[in-house]
């Protein structure tokens, strides 16, 4: 017999729904609902796991049909249907009958022991005694698009097939996946010969291309399945899990223990000339006129001996990185290689050239954009991740040009001031003569300032009027622990 799930964004109004159709079923066909949230203060939502349980609790081989309210309650009864057993999920229908009346039709047809397609089709015409009683007809039905239309603008990938196998996983890094563990994780499923697709939310996302699985900001607490499809799924799935237990390479925070309390000691304010590092401003990229056959084959050409040398030094950065701070800190770099490493991007770029008249040309209008995306993020700990694309930006932009970066003082310390300073920068300073940084802009969150401390390194971000002040060769007095930098 075909069973229901009624699915609405309040538990109150699904109730009373499952309790109308409740006496028209009379002991017929099982009706179970998935309705709001696990919040008490905001309970009103739908929830994906939910309704997949309820799925499973009334499942049927005659069919489950899913009726909903609105909104969100479609994309979570979506999803649901995605975690679900492929072969379960081929049994389920969602319903987009109106939700009351589409109930009761349903609830009486599955109860008379109609098939799936009938209870479907007598939900949908729930309304046809009303719109009579009301003196209206039926609004016509809109022309179907033609086979092979193009997905929606935004679906950046196809969703998984029906035989795809999944695993689930909720997110308990503090930061959820952003750069270092992300790339972890597409660092260890690339090897797989598998199509391997990344979902949250019902988002899909290619799970081997670190730009796409950011572009989800999977944040703590979120809920990812991993969907494998091809000749290695179950290794994939198999490593994907043990990833996801060891914290994607980071250290996830256990239950605190008994705490101790102690007196901090402030660190002592530090004294150096300044060394005033100048970053270039991004440039306004416009159409350049038409190149020839050879031209265009010589500044592809010089993007591709950048780039790969570009991938090649972050790799050896990463490397040196994780020898002298450790791995967590040498993902920041190996996430810019991995970026580096995409097939899409390079493409992108490579067809870009004719247009821009040069590689370098091709090469910020591409990144720019890249940049932008990821400063539209929502979250925080993700949208300034935009400072590593920029890294990577200006590093392939040196090699193109041929560029050497500004050198500091050859023997004295110094305190470096700027505007900001990229990670790949600051990692390759020598450290004893860095006493400290003072930059105008920066953000506590960003990779230079993670990586700052880490290297044990005062810094101070976003200092009003630095560039103004202060000069080359100038002392300066930097103080973190007050947050002040003093110009003698």
């Known amino acids: 017999m075909v069973n229901l799930v009624v699915v609405s964004h309040s538990a109150k109004l699904a109730e009373g729904v499952a309790e109308l159709a409740g006496q028209m079923m009379q002991g017929g066909c099982r009706l179970v609902t998935a309705a709001g949230v696990d919040d008490e203060a905001h309970p009103i939502g739908t929830d994906a796991v939910k309704i997949m349980m309820a799925i499973e609790e009334v499942f049927d081989p005659s069919g489950v049909v899913v009726l909903m309210d609105l909104g969100s309650a479609l994309l979570s009864a979506e999803t649901a249907l995605e975690l679900l057993d492929p072969d379960m999920a081929r049994q ?14 349903a609830a009486v047809a599955a109860s008379n022991g109609a098939g799936l397609d009938q209870v479907i089709t007598d939900a949908m015409e729930a309304l046809a005694a009303k719109r009579a009683q009301l003196g209206e007809t039926a609004p016509a039905e809109k022309e179907a698009p033609p086979s092979g239309t193009a997905p929606a603008e935004g679906m950046a990938v196809t969703p998984p097939g029906d035989g795809a196998r999944r695993a689930v996983w909720r997110i308990e890094n503090p930061h959820g996946l952003h750069a270092r563990p992300a790339a972890r994780l597409v660092s260890v499923l690339s090897p797989f010969a598998a199509r391997l697709t990344l979902e949250k939310a019902g988002r899909f996302a290619d799970a081997t291309r670190i730009n796409q ?46 705490m101790l309390q102690g007196t901090t000691v402030a660190e002592t304010p530090v004294t150096a000339p300044a060394w005033r590092l100048t970053v270039s401003p991004i440039k306004q990229v416009q159409q350049s006129p038409a190149m020839t056959g050879d031209t265009v084959e010589q500044e ?58 040069s590689a370098s040309a091709a090469w910020e209008q591409e990144t720019a954009v890249m940049a932008a995306d990821y400063a539209s993020l929502q979250d925080e700990y ?18 193109i040009d041929k560029t050497p970066p500004p ?28 006493a400290g940084i003072a930059l105008a802009g920066g953000h506590p969150l960003s990779h230079t300032a993670i990586l700052a401390r880490a290297m044990g390194i005062p810094i101070l971000v976003g200092i009003t009027g630095l560039m103004d002040r202060v000069h080359d060769g100038q002392t300066v007095t930097l103080d973190s622990a007050r947050g002040i930098l003093r110009i003698s």
Do not use: N, W
């Open 213 to 258: 699985v950011a572009s989800l900001q999977v944040r703590q607490g979120d809920e990812i399945v991993l969907y494998a499809e091809g000749e290695q799924a179950e290794a994939a799935l198999a490593a994907f899990l043990h990833e996801a237990r060891t914290g994607f390479g980071e250290t996830i925070p256990t239950q605190e223990g008994d």
């Open 300 to 357: 592809q050409r010089r993007f591709a001996e950048a780039i790969d040398q570009a991938q090649r030094q972050l790799e050896q950065l990463a490397a040196a990185i994780s020898l002298r701070l450790g791995p967590r800190f040498a993902g920041i770099f190996e996430a810019q290689a991995m970026l580096l490493a995409d097939e899409g991007l390079r493409a992108a770029v490579a067809e870009k050239i004719p247009r821009f008249g």
């Open 92 to 105: 389920v229908r969602l319903c987009a009958a109106p939700l009351v009346e589409g109930t009761l039709a």
């Open 382 to 399: 993700l949208r300034v991740r935009e400072l590593d694309v920029r890294d990577m930006r200006a590093a392939v932009l040196a090699l």
């Open 407 to 434: 050198l500091p003082p050859p023997s004295e310390e110094y305190i470096l001031i700027a505007d900001e300073i990229f990670p790949s920068r600051l990692a390759s300073l020598d450290r004893v003569k860095v």
